[in-house]
């Protein structure tokens, strides 16, 4: 598979967030630069060692993990901004 790239990845996560496929944020803690790997919940695509990522805790004690422009997007978004 081959890894999307920046610009994909906002679409990819701004499309998961209106479908309603990704929760909107209502996070307890953020642990941003966090050393990550595994799928982005944000894109789909694979966090790698080098990548800039994030760690979103949500009210319900839910993990989530996201590329930093995945997060940049799911930041930006707000209940009344879907």
Do not use: K
């Amino acid at each position: 598979m081959r890894s999307l790239r920046a610009e994909e990845r906002r679409s990819a996560t701004a499309e998961r967030i209106t479908s309603g496929r990704l929760p909107l944020p209502r996070w307890v803690s953020v642990d941003p630069g966090a050393s990550v790997t595994g799928r982005c919940d944000g894109c789909g695509d694979e966090i790698e060692a080098a990548d800039y990522a994030f760690i979103v805790v949500l009210e319900e004690e839910v993990t989530f993990q996201f590329h930093d422009e995945c997060f940049e997007v799911y930041n930006r978004t707000s209940p009344g901004r879907v």
